[in-house]
C-alpha cells in the first residue's frame, strides 16, 4: 500500500563561500512523491507507525527548487529524488532524505550556468542536542577608527544547538567527502557584557543573520559516529562557527558582515573546560546604515566552559568572571575561597592570590631546606619566610637557631644571637634571620624565649 505526497513549504537558508545561499521549492513546478510500505501487514493500511506497531516505508520526493546566491537565481528543470525508508509517519528524529545523483542548475532564462546540485541529504527530523554554557568568558581586541586597540574582556551565557544526522546523538556522516565524520551546529544565543574606555560593551548574536558552524572529527575511527567523547573513548574535532554580532558601545550599534569565524580543536562534546575558539582576523564594523566606521574587530578568544588557566582573568585584578590565569594560584585560591571559580574574581580572591601566589622569595622550612615560593605558601607549610628580594642563592637555611648548621643550638649560635639582637621592632639582615625565631623581622625577647626552649647542644 501507498500513499501521494506533496512539498509545499521548503525555507532552507545556509552560508557558503559566496555568501548567503537560500534554496526553496519552485512555486511552478510541484514536488510530489511518495510514501509505499516496506512490507504489506494489513491491507489497506500504510503499514508503519502510527497506524501499525512495526514497520517502514519507501518515502521520496521529486524536488524541484530555486536556490539562490551570489545575487543570481537559479533552478532545475530535472526533478532531483530525494529518497529514504522512514520508520514512523511523519519521519521518526533521525531519518533522512538522500541523494548522489548530479542535477544541473539552470540560470532564469533556461540557460546552462555550469552550477550543479551534487549529493544532498535533507533531515526533517534531526536530532538537536541542546548545550547551553551560563557563564562563558571571552577578550575582544576592539580596533579603534585612530589605529589604536584595547582588548575588552567579556562575560556571558551562550547556547548552540548540534544537529546529528540520526536517530541517536553522536550520529554524523561524511557529508564533504574528506574522510571524516562531521555534524552541523548553530549558535542560538551569546549575550556577552563587559567594559571598555567607552563603558559598557555588549555582544550578541544579530538575528538577521544566522551563526552557524561544524563540529568535524579529526580522525576517523568508526563511520558513521562523531569520534570525540562522550561518543568515543578518545579523540577530538575541528569546530568553528562562522559568527554575526551586533556590537554596542558608546549609545551606538554597529555590526559584521563578513562573518568572524571563530575556531577550536575541542576534546569533548560538549567543549571541554578550557577549549577555547580563536581568530586573529581584523573584521570592520559597520553602523546601522551599513556604512564603515573604522572600528573593526580583532583578535577574538572565546571559552565556553572556562576554568583555571590561560584564557580566563588576571589572579592579581579584580574581574566579573571565575578563574584566573595562573593555574595553580587559582586553584589553590579556590581551595580556600570557592566562589572565586563560581561566581567572580573579586577582592578577597585578588587579596588571597597577592598573598599566596605573590613574587617568590626564600622560604626556609621546618627542615632546614629552602624553598623559592610565595611568602603565604611559605608560611602555610610551616616556613620562615626570608623577605621580599630573597632567594635560595643567597640564603643560608638551617634550623632554627642553628646558625653555623653543625645540627645543634648551643653557645656559638648565642654568640650569634647577642649580635644580632635588635629588640622589638628593629631590622635583621640575612646572617641574622636564623635567630629570628618568629620570623617577624627583629630579634627581640620573643625570639629570646624560643631560643632557650631549643637549646640542644654544649
Request: proline share 10%; charged share 20%.
Amino acid at each position: 500500500d501507498e500513499v501521494r505526497t506533496r512539498m509545499t513549504q521548503m525555507d532552507l537558508m545556509g552560508m557558503g563561500p559566496m555568501g548567503p545561499v537560500s534554496v526553496r521549492l519552485n512555486p511552478n513546478m510541484p514536488t510530489e512523491g511518495e510514501i509505499e510500505e516496506t512490507a504489506d501487514q494489513q491491507t489497506g493500511r500504510l503499514d508503519l507507525p502510527p497506524f501499525s506497531e512495526e514497520g517502514s516505508a519507501d518515502s521520496f520526493f521529486d524536488v524541484f527548487f530555486v536556490v539562490e546566491f551570489g545575487g543570481q537565481r537559479y533552478h532545475n528543470v530535472i526533478p532531483k529524488r530525494m529518497s529514504s525508508v522512514i520508520t514512523h509517519k511523519p519521519p521518526a528524529p533521525g531519518n533522512a532524505y538522500e541523494s548522489p545523483i548530479e542535477i544541473p542548475l539552470l540560470n532564469e532564462n533556461g540557460q546552462p550556468t555550469g552550477f550543479s546540485i551534487g549529493a544532498g541529504r535533507h533531515v526533517p527530523r534531526p536530532v538537536v542536542e541542546v548545550d547551553h554554557f551560563p557563564n562563558t568568558t571571552a577578550v575582544m581586541e576592539l580596533q579603534l577608527p585612530d589605529g589604536g586597540s584595547v582588548p575588552i574582556p567579556l562575560m556571558g551565557p551562550t547556547t548552540v544547538d548540534v544537529y546529528f544526522e540520526g536517530a541517536a546523538e553522536g550520529v554524523a556522516f561524511d557529508n564533504d567527502g574528506d574522510d571524516r565524520d562531521e555534524v552541523r551546529t548553530r549558535m542560538t544565543q551569546m549575550d556577552l557584557m563587559g567594559m571598555g574606555p567607552m563603558g559598557p560593551v555588549s555582544v550578541r548574536l544579530n538575528p538577521n543573520m544566522p551563526t552557524e558552524g561544524e563540529i568535524e572529527e579529526t580522525a576517523d575511527q568508526q563511520t558513521g559516529r562523531l569520534d570525540l567523547p562522550p561518543f568515543s573513548e578518545e579523540g577530538s574535532a575541528d569546530s568553528f562557527f562562522d559568527v554575526f554580532f551586533v556590537v554596542e558601545f558608546g549609545g551606538q550599534r554597529y555590526h559584521n558582515v563578513i562573518p568572524k569565524r571563530m575556531s577550536s580543536v575541542i576534546t569533548h562534546k560538549p567543549p571541554a573546560p578550557g577549549n577555547a575558539y580563536e581568530s586573529p582576523i581584523e573584521i570592520p564594523l559597520l553602523n546601522e546604515n551599513g556604512q564603515p566606521t573604522g572600528f573593526s574587530i580583532g583578535a577574538g578568544r572565546h571559552v565556553p566552559r572556562p576554568t583555571c588557566g590561560p584564557g580566563a582573568g588576571d589572579c592579581f585584578e579584580q574581574h566579573p568572571t571565575p578563574f584566573c590565569n595562573r593555574e595553580e594560584c587559582c586553584e589553590r585560591v579556590c581551595e580556600l575561597a570557592p566562589n572565586c571559580c563560581i561566581t567572580a574574581w573579586g577582592s578577597l580572591c585578588v587579596g588571597l592570590a597577592e598573598e599566596i601566589c605573590g613574587p617568590d622569595e626564600a622560604c626556609c622550612l621546618p627542615n632546614g631546606q629552602c624553598k623559592d615560593v610565595a611568602r603565604g605558601v611559605c608560611e602555610l607549610g610551616g616556613g620562615r619566610p626570608q623577605g621580599p628580594k630573597t632567594s635560595c642563592e643567597n640564603t643560608e637555611c638551617h634550623r632554627p637557631g642553628d646558625c653555623n648548621g653543625d645540627g645543634h643550638v648551643d653557645l656559638r649560635d648565642w654568640g650569634r644571637f647577642q649580635i644580632c639582637f635588635t629588640g622589638a621592632g628593629g631590622e635583621v639582615g640575612n646572617h641574622c634571620r636564623c635567630v629570628d625565631m618568629d620570623g617577624d623581622g627583629d630579634v627581640d625577647l620573643v625570639d629570646l624565649r624560643i631560643f632557650h626552649d631549643v637549646v640542644n647542644g654544649p
